[in-house]
C-alpha cells in the first residue's frame, strides 16, 4: 500500500471514528426535546454526553487536518466548494458547545430554555449538513480541469441529497437514543428504549429510500459493485440486530450494532469512492483522486511518523476517560 493510500484509509476511519462517537453525542441533544420532561432529566442527559463531547469533536478536526496536510488538492476543493455549509457546521458546534457550559451558570427558566434550543439545532444541524455534504460527493459536483468547485443550488440541494441528510440525523439520533439507555436509569431509560423500538422503523425506511436513490443518482453500485452490495447487506444486518437486541433489553449489544450501522454507512461511501476522493458530475476526466491529490511522499511520511508515535496515547486517553465516567447517570452529583 502506497502512503497516499494509507492516508485515504487513515481520513476515512477518522470520519467513522467521528460518527460513531459524535453519532450519539448529536443524539443525545437532538433527543432532549423529545424524552427530557422536566429540567432534572434534561441536566440527566446532558451529563450522560459532559464528560466526551469535546473529545469526540476531536476526531473532525483531526479528519479535516489530515485531509489538509495530506490532500491538500482535496482540501482546497471541497472546503472552497462547501464553504457555506460548513460555516454552518461551525456556527452550530460552537453554538452547542458554548450551550454546555452556560446553560447552568444562571438559574433562570428562560436563560435554560434558550440554551436547550441551541443544544437542539447544533445537534441536529451538523449530521444534516453532513448527510447533505457526502450525498453530494458521491452524486458527483461540477469540477472543472482546474479542480474548482463551481456549484449552483440544486448541486447542493436535491432530493437525493436532502434524503441523505435526513437519514444521517436519523442515524444520530437512533445511536443517541440507545445511548441514552445505558447511561440512565428509570422512567428516562424507559422513555428513551420505547422511542428507540419505534423509531428505527423510521431509519430503516429512510435507509432504503436513500439506497434506491443512490442506484440511480449515483455510480456506487457499478463502480465498487463487489464491495457495495455486501456492505449494504450488513448495514440492514445491524440495524435488524439492534431492533432484536432492542427488544431483548440489551442496551449495550443494541449500542453496538447501532453503532457497526453507522460505522458501515460511513465506510460504504469511502469505499464507493476509492480511488477518487470527489467526483466530478462534468465527466470522469475531471474526478479528483487521491494520487493527484496527495501531498508528496516526503510530507506523507514524516506525517506517518508523527501519526505512528502520537495515536496511541490519544486512543489511550480517550478510552481511559469513558472507563473513568462508565457509571449511569442518576440524578446525582449534576454539573450543567
Not at 482535496?74 to 454552518?88: D, E, K, N
Not at 439520533?173 to 428516562?188: A, E, K, N, P, S
Not at 474526478?287 to 508528496?296: C, E, M, R
Amino acid at each position: 500500500m502506497e502512503l497516499n493510500e494509507l492516508w485515504f484509509v487513515i481520513v476515512a476511519v477518522l470520519f467513522i471514528g467521528f460518527f460513531f462517537l459524535e453519532g450519539f453525542d448529536f443524539g443525545v441533544g437532538m433527543a432532549g426535546r423529545f424524552v427530557g420532561k422536566n429540567e432534572l432529566e434534561r441536566r440527566m442527559l446532558i451529563n450522560t454526553i459532559g464528560p466526551f463531547w469535546d473529545a469526540n469533536e476531536v476526531w473532525l478536526l483531526t479528519g479535516g487536518g489530515a485531509i489538509f496536510a495530506g490532500f491538500p488538492h482535496w482540501y482546497a476543493t471541497m472546503f472552497s466548494g462547501y464553504y457555506i455549509p460548513f460555516v454552518f457546521v461551525l456556527i452550530a458546534l460552537i453554538g452547542r458547545g458554548v450551550a454546555f457550559e452556560f446553560r447552568g451558570k444562571v438559574d433562570s427558566e428562560k436563560w435554560r430554555k434558550n440554551w436547550d434550543l441551541a443544544i437542539f439545532v447544533g445537534s441536529i444541524l451538523p449530521p444534516f449538513l453532513f448527510g447533505i455534504l457526502f450525498s453530494s460527493i458521491i452524486r458527483g459536483m461540477p469540477i472543472d480541469e482546474t479542480m474548482t468547485l463551481r456549484a449552483g443550488f440544486f448541486d447542493y440541494v436535491n432530493v437525493f441529497t436532502v434524503v441523505g441528510g435526513v437519514t444521517v440525523t436519523l442515524l444520530c439520533l437512533m445511536h443517541g437514543l440507545v445511548f441514552i439507555t445505558l447511561r440512565t436509569v428509570g422512567d428516562l431509560q424507559e422513555r428513551a428504549h420505547k422511542l428507540a423500538e419505534k423509531l428505527i422503523y423510521a431509519v430503516f425506511v429512510s435507509l432504503v429510500t436513500f439506497v434506491g436513490l443512490a442506484y440511480f443518482e449515483t455510480d456506487l453500485f457499478t463502480y465498487r459493485e463487489e464491495a457495495t452490495i455486501p456492505m449494504i447487506a450488513l448495514i440492514v444486518l445491524s440495524y435488524v440486530g439492534a431492533i432484536f437486541f432492542l427488544k431483548q433489553k440489551k442496551d449495550g449489544w443494541a449500542f453496538t450494532a447501532s453503532g457497526l450501522g453507522i460505522a458501515l454507512t460511513v465506510a460504504t461511501i469511502f469505499v464507493g469512492l476509492f480511488p477518487r476522493v470527489m467526483i466530478s458530475s462534468l465527466g470522469s476526466t475531471y474526478d479528483l483522486t487521491l494520487y493527484a491529490a496527495s501531498s508528496g511522499p516526503y510530507s506523507l511520511k514524516v506525517m506517518t511518523i508523527v501519526v505512528l508515535i502520537f495515536l496511541p496515547f490519544v486512543l489511550a486517553y480517550q478510552i481511559w476517560s469513558y472507563y473513568v465516567f462508565r457509571k449511569r447517570v442518576n440524578g446525582k452529583g449534576m454539573i450543567y
